[in-house]
């Protein structure tokens, strides 16, 4: 194995299942690496908002001027995305070394021990981040918290955006039991900053039980503001007249108070100024969440993938304003709440092209189309929007802008896998036919 492809062939061989929680195989291999960190550890746990988290706390550190390490999970095209240092990715031969580190460590003395694809692909990054001389590493939690692979490292400070339903066979069917979940990344004395408004008890619960500094949005920190800034006050500190985030979305506000409040509880460490915490918030980037593409028509990428995220991209949508007609192009897991899903953008979208996605956990187009069709039926039928089937997202987006008129906008959200299919090439700038 010479390549990083050879080794993630490799890894999706390992295990039996794709998902296995519990953290006994990863602590055991980690243990034999000696795995440990020098730098300061913040890990964000949360249904929604991990990411654009991540990507604040990241950027805003490179702005203070401290060497930074993120982990995040999953990529849209690329499997090196996962990991970045000092804001670039990372070259798949930079994660070679540690692939085949992970792998001594797994077989080492006889007594293999079988990881999942991502337990394995963890392992590796974290043992490059942990020695690449850093100051603060940032990492994203994959699913849940207490026993996800992440959770062997001992953060220093813990965040946990909003908290909703998803993957409830893993992580429990109430807001009350996800929320433990998610909670398990705290720390006795460490600071552990909830900026979900409100957030389940469980989390206060967890937090009291485990003694970690809770750190509460609306008890501990808020925001205020007008439609040109916004200000942010904590435990005895306050900032005011800040620049939106550059990160889109009415949410965004509610993730990056959280950032703050993170730094403000680390201040001691990693001290950032008030320009760094403005041109960090200016210049955070992350592909695929509300990104929008300028172009004829415009065309809006995002990775919501459950109801909690699709009602926020349906506020995100209706604040645009006027298109004449709203083209979506849609593929998501089968195990997903599909319909309220659907329902929920349903009355923003005029035309639907449904897609496979290249996963055996994805939903067909066909059977998506079956579900829009009865979802319609149920509705009354009131208004008729057509939908069609396609083989992959690219061919669904091929499909909506040979529909499309130049002044029409496409959505291609669903999964990680949908708006990845459609940057495969790169970001698409599209010119409507209709133009010539």
Request: aromatic fraction near 6%.
């Amino acid at each position: 194995m010479h390549t990083l492809d050879d080794w993630l062939a490799h890894c999706e061989r390992l295990h039996p299942t794709t998902i296995d929680m519990g953290l006994d195989r990863v602590r055991t291999v980690a243990q034999r690496l000696d795995l440990r960190f020098a730098a300061t550890v913040v890990t964000v746990a949360g249904t929604n908002g991990k990411g654009s988290t991540c990507a604040m706390l990241e950027s805003i550190a490179l702005a203070a001027g401290w060497k930074t390490g993120l982990y995040t999970s999953p990529h849209l095209v690329r499997f090196e995305e996962r990991c970045r240092v000092n804001g670039d990715i990372v070259s798949p031969g930079a994660l070679v070394p540690h692939f085949a580190a992970v792998e001594q460590a797994r077989t080492e003395g006889g007594d293999a021990v079988s990881l999942t694809y991502f337990e394995f692909t963890t392992l590796a990054i974290l043992r490059l981040l942990s020695q690449a001389g850093l100051d603060l590493v940032v990492l994203e939690v994959g699913l849940g918290g207490r026993l996800d692979a992440t959770n062997i490292v001992d953060t220093d400070c813990a965040v946990i955006t909003s908290i909703d339903i998803d993957h409830t066979e893993f992580l429990g069917n109430t807001r009350e039991a996800i929320g433990f979940e998610k909670a398990g990344i705290m720390r006795p004395g460490r600071p552990a900053i909830v900026s979900d408004p409100m957030p389940p008890a469980s989390v206060a619960a967890h937090a009291a039980a485990v003694g970690a500094d809770l750190w509460q949005a609306g008890r501990d920190f808020n925001v205020s503001g007008d439609k040109q800034q916004w200000g942010w006050a904590g435990r005895g500190r306050r900032f005011s007249g800040l620049a939106y985030p550059a990160l889109r979305g009415a949410n965004q506000l509610v993730n990056a108070a959280g950032v703050l409040a993170a730094f403000e509880a680390l201040r001691d460490r990693v001290p950032v100024t008030a320009q760094a915490i403005r041109t960090g918030l200016a210049r955070a980037e992350l592909p695929g969440r509300f990104q929008i593409v300028p172009g004829q028509p415009t065309l809006v990428l995002d990775v919501a993938h459950n109801p909690h995220s699709v009602a926020a991209l349906a506020e995100n949508l209706d604040a645009m304003g006027f298109f004449p007609t709203t083209h979506a192009v849609f593929g998501a897991m089968g195990d997903k709440d599909l319909g309220t899903m659907l329902g929920r953008v349903g009355p923003l979208v005029d035309r639907w092209y449904f897609c496979d996605l290249p996963t055996p956990r994805a939903e067909t187009s066909a059977r998506l189309c079956a579900k829009w069709n009865a979802l319609q039926m149920v509705a009354g039928g009131r208004r008729a929007v057509p939908a069609s089937a396609h083989a992959a997202p690219q061919q669904a987006l091929d499909a909506a802008v040979a529909a499309a008129d130049p002044a029409d906008r496409i959505v291609v959200f669903g999964s990680f896998y949908t708006v990845g299919g459609v940057l495969a090439n790169g970001v698409p700038r599209l010119t409507a036919k209709h133009l010539g």
